[in-house]
């Protein structure tokens, strides 16, 4: 709930209308609610974490799923997804590739898959197709928020959901978010626990107010791609969800500003860090912003 899949237009893939194409959540709901094969021959736009369950859903049901198809040069699940979804049924995954087109008059014949460069651009004769009935587009969600855009909440591009602070509330005072509404999780517990902070956070606006002022930015460091909230107090512990950029071995994640060091053996872009820092080391940053980094373990 508050995040919906992105569709094939969002993705870049060209090409006609034919029947068989459809999103993960799609697929899942043709097999589980209805009993409906989506089809038998299967083509996969990107692997993340629904991508990969949905492969091996469609491997179990009988369906010879061709290939997933991901354009960056990691998988976008974990790693035991990986291995329990694709490796165990050997299904191919190809990394660094795109698919460009979706053929077919009536139903989907094959799509047009090739490979691409660091600037994630198709690079040219390295075209190849892939016959399938059915493509699924399995491109990683967006946080739903048409309402809050409509009222005016301001809204980060890098988590494509709403600038909160660290109560869970947007730019509009008494409202707030939560969940895949907020930034996109992977886990159900950060929901739920975002969850249970907001509701606190609309507890202290209505009994006390929230503060509006003396607030620190949370400011985006080496090889962090996001972070929730975007402003701090100082005044109470908090919780920051962040993810990175690119995948890294030994590192440390730290905030220099407080102080702070938390190594770690490795990060990669679809597994959330959950980083908690207290108000005493919130208080000993100065200024009017604190910055969250990842930097290589020395």
């Not at 048409?146 to 602070?165: F, S, W, Y």
């Not at 107090?233 to 993810?243: F, K, L, N, P, T």
């Not at 060091?261 to 108000?279: A, D, I």
Request: proline content about 6%; overall charge neutral; hydrophobic content about 45%.
């Amino acid at each position: 709930a508050g995040a919906r899949e992105r569709s094939l237009f969002e993705i870049g893939v060209t090409g006609g209308r034919p029947d068989g194409v459809y999103t993960a959540g799609e697929a899942q709901a043709l097999m589980d609610l209805y009993g409906v094969m989506p089809g038998r021959s299967v083509v996969i736009i990107g692997s993340g974490d629904v991508g990969l369950i949905v492969a091996r859903r469609l491997a179990l049901e009988g369906a010879q799923v061709k290939a997933v198809v991901e354009i960056m040069p990691y998988p976008g699940g974990s790693m035991r997804n990986v291995v329990t979804c694709l490796h165990d049924f050997s299904i191919p995954l190809y990394l660094r590739h795109a698919v460009l087109r979706i053929m077919g008059a009536r139903r989907v014949e094959k799509v047009v898959v090739a490979r691409v460069g660091e600037d994630l651009r198709p690079v040219p004769g390295t075209e190849f197709e892939v016959e399938c009935d059915t493509v699924i587009i399995a491109a990683g969600l967006r946080p739903n928020v048409r309402l809050l855009e409509d009222v005016g909440v301001a809204i980060d591009p890098a988590t494509g959901g709403p600038v909160v602070n660290e109560y869970l509330e947007t730019s509009i005072p008494g409202i707030f978010a939560a969940g895949n509404a907020l930034v996109i999780n992977d886990l159900v517990d950060y929901a739920v626990e975002q969850g249970e902070l907001a509701a606190e956070g609309a507890h202290t606006f209505i009994e006390r107010g929230i503060p509006r002022g003396g607030w620190k930015r949370v400011a985006r460091g080496r090889n962090v791609r996001l972070a929730v909230p975007h402003y701090v107090s100082g005044e109470r512990d908090v919780v920051i969800y962040a993810r990175v950029r690119r995948p890294e071995r030994r590192v440390v994640v730290q905030v220099p500003e407080a102080g702070w060091r938390l190594p770690q053996m490795g990060v990669r872009p679809p597994e959330m860090l959950r980083l908690e820092l207290t108000r005493e080391l919130l208080a000993r940053a100065a200024g009017g912003a604190i910055t969250l980094e990842v930097k290589p373990l020395e």
